[in-house]
């Protein structure tokens, strides 16, 4: 068996074991998780599947395993993301610092600042947002 096609098993088989069966309907838009120190979970399953992807580094699949990311190459994370799809599985965490904060740190972050950070990201710990203002 090919290493992507071993993958891709695996990664079905753990879905299908992890996802409960309420993270595979259509999201909900109170029930979305937004992480941060006070999170609030509505349907307690979201926990559970944040707890779980998390664990994985799944929330955040293609950045580095050694701060808590998937570690996945690309194909692999397609693979996780048709998977995904194919359950009808709910995001486990949306997040700014997953879609903005995250990349730019990685990319540009001193290291202390990358160890402070993407952990807590990548496990929905802390919460991002951005703001704008215009001079004058």
Known sequence: MQALEKFQKNTREWLQANCPESMRTAMVADEVVWGGRNARFKNPDSKLWLERMAARGWTCPTWPAE?????????????LNQELRR???RPALTSFGISMLGPVLLESGSVD????HIPKIVAGEIR???GYSEPG
Request: net charge negative; aromatic share 8%.
């Open 87 to 89: 359950i009808n599985a």
């Open 128 to 130: 991002w947002c951005q």
């Open 67 to 79: 701060y808590g990311g998937g570690g996945l190459n690309k194909e692999e994370a397609i693979i």
């Open 113 to 116: 600042q990358i160890m402070e």
